[in-house]
């Protein structure tokens, strides 16, 4: 899609070279600076640049050329760094993907998204190499879809029946020189949205499947630009991302701003309050995104002392902050910890910049406009959260289109949970309200969808994978939220046969991320 003026002449290509852009001015500015550091390693700005340079000339030789979407299937580790911003030089879109994916939503996200090329960790489940380099698709998952029937788009007339979601085998499949690192390249073209994206980040829909949000080079300079704004952050300011790069929060709150400033990010895969706190006393850590269970765990350590730094921007987003882990952290490490309302479509939305309401997640961004409506899409005091801003990605894709009618469609003129409305708004799928001082407090969601680990669960689906086991008869799946340990999914079950809750555990874990999987199940006669 061209962002040029109206009229003749020649119109300007969207800037999906963006974040190259930004390390290619970082290095010569910062030249030997610490760009990433990892487990006590480090990469300065110049060095990033050579190792994205030698990538980008690696998946240049493997046919990724301008336009095609390729998949990062890693965790927080520098070679997602090196690999996303190699791929941001050949104008290719990145798609960060969990590597922690179950089977059945894997290929839903290959199916929403027409990967050129995947890079993995190695895994068991990938099978071997053929003599030829080509290797066989993912393996179809055993789990039906969820129990609500999703609206669908009929087909127009003379369409193509869409193929089927492992149709696609590698046609070559190779190790990244230097790693142990797999890639698999497909002959699959880039799909045409009419928006082309710098990015895809895929977060979970209101039944729980994927859903992938397409950032472009505009709305990405927005959202950074308010996170630098809010935080007050500079190419001084050292980042600790524990939370995921794959996940938007990780995204736009830590890779995005320390990428543009020439700031320095500390990478942390192994999410444990014991090494988050060393890291946070030895470096000097002045920004970092994290959970309310993390700084719920932090606080309980025995070794927490006084963070003496001057300013320090501490984040809560994901869930709901409780007063209680606010106040235990501040007494520990005389920090106020800021909550923050942030989603996938619109990234950073709201910041408690005091740190003094930890319950509210704070005024709206400046240049974010908030407002809450009822069912019928009519201003109300407490309802729905509808956010309008730059920040707002054009476009979502998965197993349905968010904005096709049929979905979109309703009595009251609402968009679909998600979608947004021809006058930009989005319909966040938030339950909220304002206080009087114009702070807002989230107060629940529309639908099933809930939060753990800061990543969206739907409990239909988790229901659905609990009623496909064969000795399950009905199952209800909950979330119980302990203010200091968080939030975790517990499931109630009515056997059809006697079974073990072991047994009810490692079905879902073979079928569901591991945040999905229930941690307690609870036998009954009914439900």
């Known amino acids: ?132 380099g080509t290797s066989a698709p993912v393996p179809p998952s055993t789990l039906p879809r969820s129990r609500v029937q999703r609206p669908t788009t009929p087909p127009k007339a003379g369409d193509p029946p869409p193929p089927p979601p492992n149709a696609d085998a590698a046609e070559v499949r190779r190790r990244l020189q230097g790693t142990l690192l797999t890639c698999a390249v497909y002959k699959r073209e880039p799909p045409k949205h009419g928006v082309d ?53 990780g995204w736009d709150i830590g890779f995005m701003p320390t990428l543009k400033l020439g700031a320095t990010m500390f990478l942390e895969e192994e999410v444990s309050a014991r090494r988050i706190g060393k890291l946070m006393r030895e470096h000097d850590i002045d920004v970092l995104p994290g959970t309310p269970a993390l700084y719920a765990e932090l606080a309980k350590l025995p070794t927490a002392k006084k963070v003496e730094l001057k300013d320090p921007r501490y984040i809560a987003a994901g869930s709901r902050l409780d007063q209680a882990v606010a106040d235990s952290f501040l007494a520990e490490y005389g920090v106020k910890i800021l909550s923050c309302y942030h989603s996938t479509e619109a990234g950073a939305v709201a910041l408690d910049d005091t740190g003094k309401y930890p319950t509210t997640v704070g005024k709206p961004l400046g240049g974010v406009e908030v407002k809450i409506v009822g069912a019928d899409g009519k201003p109300a005091k407490e309802g729905i959260i509808c956010v309008k801003s730059k920040t707002l990605s054009p476009k979502s894709i998965g197993p349905f289109d968010a904005e096709s009618p049929p979905i979109t469609t309703r009595a009251s003129g609402m968009p679909a949970i998600g979608a947004t409305d021809k006058g930009g708004w989005l319909r966040t799928g938030d339950l909220g309200k304002m206080d009087k001082n114009g702070r807002l407090v989230i107060t629940g969601r529309e639908d099933d969808v809930v939060k753990v680990d800061g990543k969206r669960v739907a409990l239909g689906e988790v229901e659905g994978c609990l009623e496909a086991f064969p000795k399950i008869k009905q199952a209800q799946a909950t979330v119980v939220t302990d203010p200091m340990a968080g939030a975790m999914v517990v499931a109630r079950v009515v056997m059809k046969t006697k079974c073990g809750a072991e047994e009810i555990i490692d079905h879902c874990a073979r079928n569901l991320a591991p945040y999905k999987v229930p941690r307690r199940i609870e036998f009954c006669d009914s439900i």
């Open 1 to 132: 899609m061209g962002y040029g003026a109206p009229g003749p002449g020649p119109t300007r290509a969207p800037r999906m070279t963006l974040l190259y852009d930004w390390l290619k001015k970082a290095a010569k500015a910062q030249g030997n600076n610490k760009a990433v550091v990892y487990r006590d390693n480090y990469l300065s700005w110049r060095g990033l640049l050579h190792r994205v340079d030698r990538r980008a000339q690696e998946f240049n030789s493997m046919g990724i050329k301008k336009g095609a979407w390729v998949g990062l299937m890693l965790g927080n580790v520098p070679d997602f760094v090196i690999l996303a911003l190699a791929l941001s030089k050949l104008d290719a879109a990145i798609v960060p993907i969990d590597p922690t994916t179950g089977g059945r939503e894997l290929e839903l996200i290959l199916a929403a998204a027409p990967l050129r090329a995947l890079v993995t960790r190695p895994r068991g489940s990938e099978g071997s190499i053929s003599a030829n």
């Open 197 to 249: 994206p710098i990015a895809v980040l895929f977060t979970a829909d209101s039944l729980g499947d994927p859903k992938g949000v397409l950032r472009t080079d505009k709305n990405t300079l927005a959202s950074v630009d308010h996170v630098v704004t809010a935080l007050g952050m500079t190419d001084k300011t050292k980042v600790l991302v524990a939370v995921p790069l794959f996940h938007a929060y």
